[in-house]
């Protein structure tokens, strides 16, 4: 399970990023190319429009602010604000009344907890306090102590620990404490590019710090994502995905965001099961249709095993996914190695079934 920076959101290890040549390939005369920049999330909000020449974008714009600014206030894990609110009420033992689009978000991400077997679970923020990523800054100092993570395991939180009598909300535990930092970046960028549609936008791209949702295509092409190489660095391509209409890619890696202490780095990716972060992968790279499963998917799939996140794709739907090992291996499905075409190919390759059922 991870925690989203909220000041300084940066790509995990294999980096999506629009690549320019995509985006700034647009030179019909009925057509431009706008590029638009939004703060929020702790993050660069980036929107690619492909649009006519009559086209007025500004209030899709400002429409699509709007809303990651209301997401940002209303959802941020420990600053004050509606889940805050909704937190303070739960470990008090008391009902408190929500939206029904809070509702609905909520039981989409329950959904998942589930089908993930609890490897995404925004349950746990009282684990993620405890490692010192509720915080704008980077921790520091040794792990916490063993009881202490021990006690924020056993029994574990759950999204099924919440009750909804229309849209009053409680918990039958009060240890639960929400965080969907690996969730709602994948929910806002649809609501983006549905609001883009609204406003008759139907080519765009919207990147959240790396991880992006497009619809349409580029002028000459389909949009493209560039795949950073797996050592982290930046400047090295692995390789490169043409996106097709209405997918979203999203990454989860530990690279930028870690505790360190004694040369030692503690990455964020959690693992709900042991309560340490998990050390068997450096990053996941999920395409899907929906950017809140993608989202969750890919932190799902990096806090799994190498022998169980293939059946976990399968309960959560997914197929396209390309896992970099710790080892250095690239592990890829066969309905991602259709997509990617390599540009430097990993030493050490696997292609596997898409569907772990066939295995």
């Not at 209301?70 to 033992?93: E, F, K, S, V």
């Not at 930092?181 to 649809?190: I, K, M, P, S, Y």
């Not at 932190?299 to 970099?324: I, N, Y």
């Amino acid at each position: 399970m991870k925690t989203r920076p909220w000041k300084t959101r940066l790509p995990a290890a294999l980096l999506i990023a629009a690549a320019a040549g995509a985006l700034l390939s647009c030179s019909v005369s009925e057509q431009r190319t706008e590029q638009h920049e939004i703060a929020a999330f702790g993050t660069r909000i980036e929107l690619t429009l492909r649009v006519d020449r009559h086209t007025d974008s500004a209030q899709a714009v400002a429409a699509v602010d709007r809303m990651f600014q209301r997401m940002h206030r209303q959802w941020h894990a420990w600053q004050p604000g509606m889940l805050g609110d909704i937190n303070a009420a739960i470990a008090a033992g008391r009902p408190i009344q929500i939206s029904q689009q809070t509702r609905t978000i909520m039981q989409r991400a329950a959904r998942l907890e589930e089908k993930s077997d609890g490897l995404f679970n925004p349950a746990m923020g009282r684990l993620f306090a405890l490692w010192g990523f509720h915080s704008d800054a980077r921790p520091t100092g040794p792990p916490p102590d063993r009881d202490e993570i021990r006690q924020r395991i056993d029994p574990p939180p759950s999204m099924a620990d919440l009750s909804f009598k229309d849209n009053m909300l409680s918990s039958t535990s009060p240890a639960v404490q929400l965080d969907f930092g690996a969730f709602l970046a994948g929910v806002a960028a649809e609501n983006a590019l549905a609001i883009l549609g609204q406003h008759g936008i139907t080519h765009a791209i919207v990147n959240v710090g790396g991880d992006l949702g497009v619809v349409g295509t580029g002028a000459r092409r389909a949009w493209r994502t560039a795949v950073q190489h797996p050592d982290g660095q930046g400047g090295k391509h692995l390789a490169h995905i043409d996106l097709k209409d209405g997918e979203f890619v999203f990454t989860s890696g530990n690279y930028h965001r870690y505790r360190q202490h004694e040369g030692l780095r503690y990455g964020h990716l959690i693992d709900p099961r042991s309560g340490y972060p998990a050390g068997s992968v450096q990053s996941v790279t999920v395409i899907d249709t929906r950017g809140g499963r993608a989202d969750a998917a890919a932190t799902a799939l990096a806090v799994a095993g190498a022998d169980e996140w293939q059946a976990v794709a399968r309960r959560m739907g997914v197929e396209q996914v390309l896992r970099a090992e710790a080892d250095g291996t690239v592990v890829v499905t066969r309905a991602m190695a259709h997509r990617i075409k390599w540009q430097q190919a990993p030493q050490r390759l696997r292609v596997v079934s898409s569907r772990a059922a066939s295995q």
